[in-house]
């Protein structure tokens, strides 16, 4: 199993431009998730999803939209991209049939806006 | 969920026990503590959790207090590639809850030669 996988490794967008982030995974989890940390700081949850078909809003969710389409596949879109939206940003997914719940998380995508 | 608190840093001596401690005073019957760690730059990974017992595994130990409110992460021989920063995350055990985790600012651990 590759994991959870995200492409790409690193981007630069100017102010304004519009991107998307990929995260796929092969364990056929159902549920995904989308972080960004911050310099310094913690991670925290931008949008989540329970389900090909579903998804909801985490912590900062404003500037950014997500769809779910697959179990595989959650990619992450950038409307027009603002230099707050600077941040390294991580793909989670775990099985809601593991008793623990872990998270897998990808190795990130690394996103300057300048 | 719990808000958590953690020490911003913490030594320890290649070959002894990491002991990294975490305060949840305001935990609820339903809420797991679970740790992760960050090396560098990388994702997160899973190291352990639990809810009321002490609980082991191939990578750590997690002592919890009888009254849930403060819990250790022990990782029993430190070595240089543990060097991370451990999140101490509580977290709700069932619907959509259970999936989300909320992360504070950790402990940096840095194992020292």
């Known amino acids: 199993n590759a994991g959870v996988t995200q492409t790409p490794k690193f981007q630069v967008l100017k102010t304004g431009q519009s991107m998307t982030l990929q995260c796929a995974q092969d364990m056929n989890h159902e549920y995904m998730s989308w972080y960004r940390q911050d310099p310094g700081m913690g991670l925290r949850l931008i949008h989540y999803?329970?389900?090909?078909?579903?998804?909801d809003q985490g912590e900062v969710p404003n500037g950014y939209n997500v769809s779910r389409s697959t179990t595989e596949d959650f990619p992450l879109r950038l409307l027009s991209a603002a230099p707050s939206q600077t941040s390294v940003y991580f793909c989670?997914?775990?099985?809601?049939?593991?008793?623990?719940?872990?998270?897998?998380f990808g190795p990130g995508t690394r996103l300057t806006v300048t | 969920d719990a808000k958590t608190t953690q020490p911003p840093s913490m030594d320890c001596a290649e070959g002894r026990a990491a002991n990294l401690p975490c305060n949840h005073s305001t935990i609820s019957g339903n809420e797991y503590v679970y740790w992760y760690r960050q090396i560098h730059s990388q994702g997160p990974q899973y190291i352990i959790h639990g809810l009321k017992n002490n609980e082991t595994n191939e990578m750590a130990s997690l002592i919890i207090t009888e009254d849930r409110k403060s819990s250790t992460l022990i990782l029993p021989h430190a070595t240089l590639r543990d060097t991370a920063v451990y999140y101490c995350i509580v977290r709700l055990d069932s619907g959509a809850g259970s999936y989300q985790l909320t992360f504070g600012k950790g402990t940096k651990l840095s194992v020292i030669p």
């Open positions: 989670a997914s775990s099985s809601r049939h593991s008793g623990s719940h872990e998270q897998y």
């Open positions: 999803s329970v389900g090909a078909g579903i998804t």
